[in-house]
């Protein structure tokens, strides 16, 4: 590799690359060259800076100028003002808002990155992923090297149990115990498992590590199989992640070809090497036994625990399976120590943790924050607020098997247990902002919705109680809910926690027990007055024209059901029993005579 | 991979054209005018020597960038040398010739090369 006076990077990762960002590196490239400056300019392709929203992304070093929502036809201007002429420009560079005069120069004046801290994700958006020495210069490999010349398996655990690392994965788990228990385990062959299913919807951290940054993963699971006695390693992503499948098989080779996995590792004798395999992208397989069962070429079915896999897992050998994000930790943590991982965070929950904004907030993408971070910080500092002027409702962490927490609880500081204490979890770090349109019944059917389509069905509790559950919500939503149906999901949700066999039916009536906790009075609307307090369930609504009605007949003439009389020049009134809630009313009248109710 | 030593040698080879995209405030700052009457009076040849330089002696934390027109167009080729917590010293009418010793005294021994600056030209 030779020296470059200024560095070109282009995220590479899925979010900009289906805006485009390979036409730009494209057209970069071929600009570079039109200039001569090939000699001088390198493009990079990276994985992804977080900032999606803003995508695709370009920063140019040693400058760091972060120029967002490129276009191909500003490539040019780029190259011949900025690489050639060393002027920066200024019309493409990222503003916070419109209204901003002053265009950021940088990625850490940037609000989104101001309050981030980056342990997981430090190199994603800053090295190129498919070359290992970039990872190397960043003190890659510096950690599995340590642990192989200096400490034994058991100094390996008793760091990680002293940093207080807990499973990203969602259950919060101590890490270091659960290697100590893996190792404690006697037997001839043992396995390594990184979980990369990351089937919660609108979660991509995981897969973001991977396209970032997949040598991290390579190197935490080769200490995890030193410390637990491992020598074989198994990556399961779902076959939906082509550029993450693709980036770590290309890392894995690479770090074939250097020796630091195969046979006799740094000369230490330390044998490991590690293997994807592709899941179809079902939710259960997330769930590590349904996962290993998967691996085995098996049905991904949840078997019951215990055993659990540090005694019998993986081809029913000792296995320790981790995920992506908790393993992107680990190589920091052997480095720089324990003490310096506790720093970050609070006590019962060190370090940070990635999330993925989605849902009603102006900057959509991935965020790191040390955990303790204020819920409204994140939403407010980091993510900008509720677009439109709306009025922030809730947000949901934990997806599926997780809770909506409410205005009045933003205040709480973010980590494992604040999260449990009021229903909801942390889940693997989806968060779903929610506004004032939002109407809290549809949300829970939204996402029983999406767990009765996942159930493997082994389970009675969940196959068939989540459906009822998903039944009254539905009838609820409808405007058919009936006394008594409150209960009835109250009841449903208490037995199926309590009896199903795995975490997914276990935790899938988490949202509706969390929307009737805070927004009960959403509930009784619904079923005792009809009505959807959010206007949102269509059922509910009622078009209704009030007197700004100026008899103009536009309306009357766009309904598709003749639902509308009245005369020209005369006051409208919408015939409540044929109108089918279209809504074509209401965006054809000029005077805003049209409400819904 | 049979040893540290090959891996510190990889780390090593590498940091120094990477390390520009991390610790911006700690590494050494050369600073070229590159607009056209800098281009004209051959900042170019004068930034590829720097680069030459760079490599060659394998330093780390050293980055060249360019920047548009300074103003004092009689004294191109002009170019700023920034070692965090000192004074910025400017260079004057530079030529690829003067290059090697810029970096040997200044960059590399702290000791800016006082004839080729801006000070001994006014
Ligand atoms: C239904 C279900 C889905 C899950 N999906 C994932 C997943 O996509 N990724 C993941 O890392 N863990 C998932 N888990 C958690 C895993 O079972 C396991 O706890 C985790 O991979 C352990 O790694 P950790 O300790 O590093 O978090 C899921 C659990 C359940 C019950
Ligand atoms: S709880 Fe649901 S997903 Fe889990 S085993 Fe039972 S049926 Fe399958
Ligand atoms: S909502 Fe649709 S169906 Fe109802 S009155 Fe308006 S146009 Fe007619």
Known sequence: ?597 | MKSLAELQAIREKTLGKISMRKDADESTRIVIGMATCGIAAGARPVMLKFMDEIQTRGLQNVTVSQTGCIGMCRLEPMLDVLVPGKEKVTYVKVKPEMVSRIVAEHIVNGRPVQEYTIGAAE
């Open chain 1, 1 to 597: 590799m030779d020296l470059y006076r200024a560095h070109v990077l282009v995220c590479g990762g899925t979010g900009c690359t289906s805006s485009g960002s390979n036409e730009l590196i494209k057209r970069f490239e071929e600009q570079i060259a039109k200039h001569g400056l090939d000699k001088e300019v390198k493009v990079v392709r990276t994985g992804c800076f977080g900032l999606c929203e803003a995508g695709p992304v370009v920063i140019v070093y040693p400058e760091g100028t972060f120029y967002s929502r490129i276009k191909v036809e500003d490539v040019d201007t780029i190259v011949a003002e900025h690489l050639l002429k060393g002027r920066i420009a200024q019309h493409l560079v990222y503003k916070e808002k419109e209204e901003h005069e002053d265009a950021h120069l940088s990625l850490d004046d940037i609000d989104f990155y101001r309050d981030q801290r980056r342990v997981a994700l430090r190199n994603c958006g800053v090295i190129d992923p498919e070359n290992i020495d970039e990872y190397i210069a960043f003190d890659g490999y510096q950690a599995l090297a340590k642990v192989l010349t200096e400490m034994s398996p058991e100094d390996v655990i008793n760091e990680m149990i002293k940093s207080g690392l807990r499973g990203r994965g969602g259950g919060g788990f101590p890490t270091g115990t659960k290697w100590k228990f893996a190792a404690a385990s006697k037997a001839d062959q043992k396995y390594i498992i990184c979980n990369a299913d990351e089937g919660d919807p609108g979660a991509f951290m995981d897969r973001s590590i991977l396209e970032g940054d997949p040598h991290s993963v390579i190197e935490a699971m080769a200490i995890g199989g030193y410390a637990i006695g491992a020598s074989e390693g198994y990556v399961y992503v779902r076959a939906e992640y082509p550029i993450a499948v693709k980036r770590l098989q290309l890392a894995i080779d690479q770090a074939r070809e250097y020796g630091l996995l195969g046979k006799n590792i740094f000369g230490t004798g330390f044998d490991f090497d590690m293997y994807i395999r592709l899941g179809a992208g079902a939710f259960v397989c997330g769930e590590e036994t349904a996962l290993m069962r998967s691996i085995e070429g098996k049905r991904g079915e949840p078997t019951p625990k215990p055993p659990f896999p540090a005694v019998r897992g993986l081809f029913d050998k000792p296995s320790n399976i981790n995920n992506v994000e908790t393993y992107a930790n680990i190589p920091q943590i052997i480095l720089k120590g324990a003490d310096w991982f506790t720093s970050i965070g609070t006590e019962k929950s060190p370090g940070t943790k990635v999330f993925a904004l989605g849902g009603k907030i102006n900057n959509t993408g991935l965020v790191e924050v040390p955990m303790g971070t204020p819920l409204r910080d994140i939403i407010y500092k980091i993510g900008g607020g509720i677009p439109g002027g709306k009025a922030f409702k809730a947000v949901q962490t934990g997806g599926p098997s997780g809770g909506c927490i409410p205005a009045d609880l933003l205040d709480t500081p973010i980590e494992y247990d604040t999260l449990t204490a009021i229903g909801s979890m942390m889940g693997s770090g989806g968060m779903i902002v929610m506004d004032e349109d939002n109407c809290m019944v549809d949300i829970a059917r939204f996402f029983l919705d999406f767990t009765v389509d996942e159930s493997c069905g082994k389970c009675t509790p969940c196959r068939i109680g989540t459906k009822r559950m998903l039944e009254i919500l539905e009838r609820i939503t409808e405007g058919k809910g009936e006394e008594g149906d409150i209960e009835k999901l109250e009841a449903l949700a208490t037995n199926i926690k309590s009896t199903a066999l795995c975490g997914l039916g276990q935790t899938a009536p988490n949202p509706v027990l969390s929307t009737l906790k805070y927004f009960r009075s959403e509930y009784e609307a619904h079923i005792k007055e009809k009505r959807c307090p959010a206007h949102h369930c269509q059922k509910l609504l009622n078009y209704e024209i009030t007197d700004k009605c100026r008899g103009c007949t536009a309306c009357a003439r766009v309904c598709p059901v003749n639902a509308i009389t009245g005369n020209v020049k005369e006051m409208h009134t919408i015939d409540t029993t044929k109108c089918i809630k279209c809504g074509s009313c209401m965006e054809k009248c000029r005077f805003g005579a049209i409400v819904k109710n």
